[in-house]
């Protein structure tokens, strides 16, 4: 079946423009995690999904960082007031279960990049 | 808070040789353990991962790793490197959430 897909791809902003970035996790997976990767970094945690519920946002940066997965499989994450230190890649990935050890399939990320 | 150090951030192997890519955490108790691999464009794939058992764990495309709970490392190995094989590759535990390294690349010299 498909993999998980994230759009766009790449996003190009002004600064202080609203962006909503797409994840579609694999179909019936249970957890969904957004994360950040700067260039040249590993990718840094920013939220948890379990179904619906937002389980743990503790690495969301900022208050204009909202992400929403309103009915337990797509999600957004919306950056409000982009900023250039929000350019990065910004990854999901899923997973069947809530279970800690289960691997994480990850989408190709967007490129966003904040003039 | 957990971390994880990846010391090496560039590799160069000949094609054919042997591969070691370190990475070393910190936590207070046994992680779950991962290695993944990143092509450009592409998203991570998990490569292995320990969670408990024999120290020494398989993965796919011939990689393995081993984790010793004395130098709190997790190191990956390759006995024969392939050109396919040049990507970057991160180090993550999993303690309650994700930490990653800042990634290793590699790049296999024809």
């Known amino acids: 079946g498909a993999g998980v897909s994230q759009s766009p791809r790449y996003k190009v902003a002004k600064r202080g423009q609203d962006v909503a970035l797409r994840c579609d996790p694999i179909s019936g997976h249970v957890s969904l995690f957004w994360y950040q990767q700067a260039l040249g970094q590993g990718p840094e945690f920013l939220t948890y999904f379990q179904n619906e519920a937002q389980l743990d946002k503790s690495g969301l940066p900022s208050d204009r960082f909202f992400a929403e997965r309103p009915e337990g499989s797509v999600s957004t994450l919306k950056i409000q007031r982009t900023q250039q230190e929000d350019s990065a890649v910004y990854l999901c990935?899923?997973?069947?279960?809530?279970?800690?050890?289960?691997?994480?399939?990850f989408g190709p990320g967007t490129r966003l990049t904040v003039l | 808070a957990q971390s994880v150090t990846q010391p090496d951030i560039h590799i160069t192997v000949s094609e054919g040789a042997s591969l070691e890519l370190r990475c070393n955490y910190s936590y207070g108790a046994t992680p779950y353990l991962f290695w993944y691999v990143q092509s450009p464009g592409q998203g991570l794939q998990l490569l292995l991962k320990?969670?408990?058992?024999?120290?020494l764990v398989q993965g796919i495309k011939g990689f393995e790793a081993e984790f010793k709970r004395s130098q709190s490392s997790f190191n990956l190995r390759k006995p024969s490197v392939h050109w396919s094989d040049a990507a970057e590759y991160f180090c993550a535990v999993e303690a309650g959430k994700s930490t990653f390294g800042d990634g290793t690349t590699l790049t296999v010299k024809p």
């Open positions: 990935a899923s997973s069947s279960d809530s279970r800690s050890y289960n691997e994480q399939f």
């Open positions: 320990y969670f408990s058992g024999d120290t």
